[in-house]
């Protein structure tokens, strides 16, 4: 599985189905602005999201989707980047 992310606001995640990759889940309800980068944990269990709108979400894998868990505030302008603790 991978994930990805853009100025739609959404991440997407995909996984392959034979030669070719299908895009298995959109989360899009957690930002408002731009999604610059996502990482997944090192559990592979969550997936964490950073966006121009000042926040990072993190996201936990639930059977085939994922679930909006919890919405870091506090920057005073635009999360570029996000990664997790080995």
């Known amino acids: 599985m991978i994930a990805s992310c853009g100025g739609d606001r ?6 392959r189905e034979g030669d ?11 930002h408002q602005r731009t999604i610059r980068r996502v990482t997944w944990s090192p559990c592979g269990t969550y997936l964490a999201s950073a966006s121009f709108d000042a926040t990072t979400c993190i996201w936990k894998k639930k059977s085939d989707d994922f679930e909006l868990v919890t919405t870091l505030e506090g920057h005073e302008n635009e999360v570029k980047c996000v990664t997790w603790a080995p």
Do not use: E, F, N, T
């Open 10 to 15: 959404a991440v997407r995640v995909w996984g």
């Open 20 to 30: 070719s990759w299908k895009c298995l889940s959109v989360l899009q309800d957690g």
